[in-house]
């Protein structure tokens, strides 16, 4: 489905608007129809997806093993499935250079998503951990263009995955981080960095909203605010908690035979109306 240009630019402008250094944007990262809706019911301002948990939905490992095509129909069914803006995670863009990227961005807005993160990271045997710095932000740059020429204010996050890859510490995530600002990113993702004093480092030094990946072990968002996070998502986090109920809800089932594991589930009325029955 087409969205109309002008419907995706408000909704790209008032997620544009939530990132705010101090009161920072909080995503709990959502895979399907579902969980997108369970975040919005929530209160969630906007509905962030997760590549590893909607490539997990889909049957598919993460690390860019999906193909373009897949992804993006899971990311429309998702926005189709929410009021609020919707951002997508579309790992290194699922395209070998900047035009393919491009192509990326553009299927993203025709799903009706008006944020993505593209992320530095290589993936595959044989491959280092980073992008050199010149190649990522030529593709950053694709996907702005892109955005531009369509007419919407695209939010590209641009991930740096020096932390998470062990590839550099606060200095190489700077540098990383000017050259994806000046190509055009509009904030900088450092899944990885959660430590109080990296993280206020790295807030004061982009020039630009910072987004942190949080989880158990990390500071509160409160704590994150105060140094000056403008976006706090959790990743596969929700996706990998649900999974793992899953999982020992079934293995009690078949060893045991009881059910402990499922006591507390939400009940079938709600998540039916929630889904849109309209009982």
């Known amino acids: 489905m087409t969205h109309p240009t002008t419907v995706l630019r408000d909704r790209a402008l008032a997620f544009r608007s939530l990132h705010l250094p101090g009161r920072p944007l909080v995503l709990p990262n959502a895979w399907d129809p579902a969980s997108a809706r369970l975040v919005e019911d929530a209160g969630a301002a906007a509905v962030a997806t997760t590549s590893a948990g909607l490539a997990w939905a889909l049957g598919a490992a993460d690390g860019e093993r999906m ?15 929410v009021g609020v803006p919707v951002t997508a995670d579309i790992e290194s863009g699922y395209a070998e250079d900047p035009e393919g990227v491009a192509g990326t961005v553009r299927a993203v807005l025709a ?6 993160n593209i992320e530095d990271a290589l993936h595959g045997a044989g491959r280092g951990p980073l992008r050199p710095v010149a190649e990522q932000a030529e593709r950053v740059a694709a996907a702005r263009r892109a ?62 909203p910072l987004n942190v990946m949080a989880g158990p072990g990390a500071p509160p968002v409160a704590d994150l605010a105060a140094l000056g996070v403008a976006r706090v998502s959790v990743g596969s986090g929700i996706a990998q908690a649900a999974h793992a109920l899953v999982r020992r809800a079934a293995r009690e089932l078949l060893g045991a035979g009881t059910y402990g594991a499922m006591a507390g589930g939400l009940d079938y009325g709600t998540l039916n109306a929630l889904m849109g029955d309209g009982s």
């Open 67 to 81: 193909d373009r095509e897949r992804a993006l129909a899971a990311v429309a069914g998702i926005a189709g499935a």
């Open 111 to 116: 799903a009706g998503a008006v944020g993505v």
């Open 147 to 208: 955005a531009d020429a369509a007419g919407v204010p695209l939010f590209v996050n641009a991930r740096v995955d020096t932390f998470l890859r062990g590839a550099g510490g606060v200095e190489q995530t700077l540098e990383r981080a000017a050259a994806y600002r000046a190509a055009g990113a509009d904030g900088i993702f450092v899944p990885g960095a959660v430590d109080p004093e990296t993280v206020e480092e790295l807030a004061a030094g982009i020039d630009g």
